[in-house]
């Protein structure tokens, strides 16, 4: 904190904060031969918290400036690996556990007062890279009583959804109620000022984590039980720009913020990797109930509220600028490899939008009851983004208010079968059917959304000018398949590839101008969605017990509300341009197979 008043001339405060933390947590069994009677856990578990404020503040006569500039970066790397030709055996469960929980909250501010000239000025930025691995690369790992998971970022639900709904559906996808990353930015300037005042709030914000679950390099997995490979994140980031001002003559506020969450979140088996579930030596069905699954969740969501307050006895000038991107990549991949099951063999890649509503403001409960009043209406409160934007300027004769947002969610949903073996409820030797009731499901989930709020406001006694500008992309790839002339899978039951993307944008803006003399008030904004759909089965050969089915379906929504209003006492001007565009790729596709 950083404080700084003088009599009579000027002052200036300045405050700086920097803020690192660089960590590397590893649990590892290298070359190492372990057995239990009972379990093996390999566990690395880091928990990050970053609390950081930043003031600086100044008051003077004739000119004060009061200026912080605050910045958190944290990079970790937390790993759970048998690497190195390792061979571990146990009677009970085998786990491998990577799990990190970062947290950060920073706040910076910017405050000056003067008799004439004031300037407040606070900038903020958050970089968070950490790397989250599971893995199991060029060893053996058996159990043969209990199940082997890998589990990377945050546990997977007590009850895992069900396979067959989620392929109609959401409503079964259990997602955490946590995240594994957390952001908490506040960034506020404020000015006051007998004659000119000026504040500017800037804000940056970035996650990009890798969260990785894998089985790699020729691996040996066999269990009697289950076999999960699990990757879930759930990154948040909350943000506030708000920069105020106000002044006898001339008044400028500004607010600028920019958050960003490019995460990597996948389950591997690949490079020629064996995992056995449920089956004997001589390859027979011991426990129909044993299913593999990989799953790759995730679940991250972006809050920004981005201010600029404005007023001034002569003129009044607010600028707001919000922009936030969502572009994950979520993967579940079985490449080059052998997976054999007696029950179920489930490979999942899903990025599921959450509640905009944070976990603490509603109970269980209450979420239910609201989500039971919305139901079947155009209300969604799930998104990837919450956007509200607010410019205001009001003066006794000139008052101009400018905001601009863009958004944009850019996801990447893989769930491939590559030049590999699957076989579900099936002899592993002589390949007859010993478990009909086992199936084989490759699910690729879109969930996404976003949710803006744009208003500009401009008043005065003589001129007044509020222009709003907005832009909302959803542009999504989305894909499940079966590839690759060595493939081959079979199940006793179903086979089901589902590629589904729901997308939906709620955009509302408005712009108000109002005047004595002359008003302009123009908003122009576009949403757009552009998604492909892919469900493919090429150059494979497949074969289930029961039905084969392959389905790409596409739901996309967009509500938007664009509007303006001009009043003056002698000249008013009100322009709208709003613009919506859907146009999807969608294909299911059986070819060379």
Do not use: C
């Not at 239990?36 to 578990?45: F, N, P, R, V, Y």
């Not at 949903?413 to 086992?438: H, R």
């Not at 084989?440 to 001129?463: C, D, E, K, N, P």
């Amino acid at each position: 904190v950083a404080v700084a008043a003088k009599t009579g001339g000027s002052g200036v405060g300045a405050a700086l904060g920097v803020n690192l933390v660089f960590n590397s947590v590893t649990a590892v069994a290298d070359t190492a031969i372990i057995t239990s009677g009972s379990t093996i856990d390999i566990g690395s578990k880091s928990q990050e918290v970053l609390v950081s404020v930043t003031l600086g503040g100044a008051g003077g006569e004739k000119f004060a400036l009061g200026g912080s500039i605050s910045v958190g970066v944290t990079m970790s790397t937390v790993e759970a690996k048998v690497v190195g030709t390792s061979d571990l055996d146990a009677t009970g469960d085998v786990k491998i556990n990577a799990n990190d929980s970062t947290t950060v909250v920073l706040v910076a501010g910017g405050f000056a007062g003067s008799g004439k000239t004031a300037i407040g000025v606070a900038a903020s930025t958050v970089y968070e890279q950490n790397t989250i691995l599971a893995n199991i690369d060029a060893s053996s790992v058996t159990s043969t009583g209990g199940k082997v998971s890998v589990i990377s970022g945050i546990a997977p639900p007590t009850t895992p959804a069900d396979p067959s709904k989620i392929a109609i559906g959401t409503s079964s996808a259990v997602m955490p109620t946590f995240g594994s990353s957390q952001v908490v930015n506040l960034t506020i300037a404020g000015a006051g000022a007998g004659k000119v005042a000026v504040g500017v709030a800037i804000s940056a914000n970035i996650i990009n984590n890798t969260i990785d679950a894998s089985i790699t390099s020729a691996s040996t997995v066999i269990s009697y039980g289950n076999v999960a490979l699990s990757a879930i994140d759930a990154s948040v980031i909350d943000a506030l720009a708000l920069g105020a001002t106000g002044a006898g003559k001339v008044a400028v506020g500004a607010a600028l913020s920019a958050n960003v969450i490019t995460n990597k979140i996948r389950t591997t088996i690949s490079g020629g990797s064996t995992v056995l579930a449920g089956l004997n030596g001589a390859g027979a069905v011991v426990n129909s109930s044993a299913t593999v699954s990989l799953d790759a969740t995730s679940s991250s969501i972006i809050r920004a509220l981005g201010i600029g307050v404005s007023g001034g006895g002569d003129v009044a000038v607010s600028v707001t600028a919000l922009g936030n991107g969502v572009a994950n990549t979520v993967t579940s991949i079985v490449s080059d490899s052998t997976v054999k099951a007696g029950g179920d063999v489930t490979i999942t890649a899903q990025d599921v939008a959450p509640n905009i509503l944070p976990s603490w403001m509603l109970s269980a409960d209450d979420q239910k009851d609201m989500d039971a009043a919305l139901a079947g209406s155009p209300i969604d409160l799930n998104a990837n983004i919450l956007a509200v934007m607010v410019s205001v300027a009001g003066s006794g004769k000139v008052a101009v208010g400018v905001g601009m947002m863009g958004n944009v969610v850019t996801n990447t949903v893989k769930a491939d079968i590559i030049d590999s073996t699957v076989l579900a409820g099936l002899n592993a030797t002589t390949l007859a059917i010993e478990n009909a009731a086992a199936d084989v499901y490759l699910t690729a989930l879109s969930r996404t959304g976003i949710i803006a709020i744009s208003v500009g406001v401009g008043a005065s006694g003589q001129v007044a000018v509020s222009a709003t500008g907005f832009g909302n992309v959803i542009t999504n790839s989305v894909d499940a398949s079966i590839t690759g002339a060595s493939t081959t899978v079979k199940s006793g039951g179903l086979i089901d590839l589902t590629a589904k993307d729901q997308s939906h944008i709620t955009s509302v803006g408005l712009s108000i101008a109002a005047s004595g003399s002359t008003a302009i008030s123009a908003i122009i904004g576009v949403n757009v969605v552009t998604n492909t759909v892919d469900s493919l089965i090429s150059g494979a050969t497949v074969k289930s017990g029961t039905s084969l089915d392959v389905s790409a379906e596409s739901t996309s929504t967009i509500f938007g509300f664009a509007g303006g209003v001009a009043a003056s006492g002698s000249t008013a001007v009100q322009i709208t341009m709003a613009g919506n565009v859907v146009t999807n790729k969608t294909r299911a596709v059986v070819t060379n197979s």
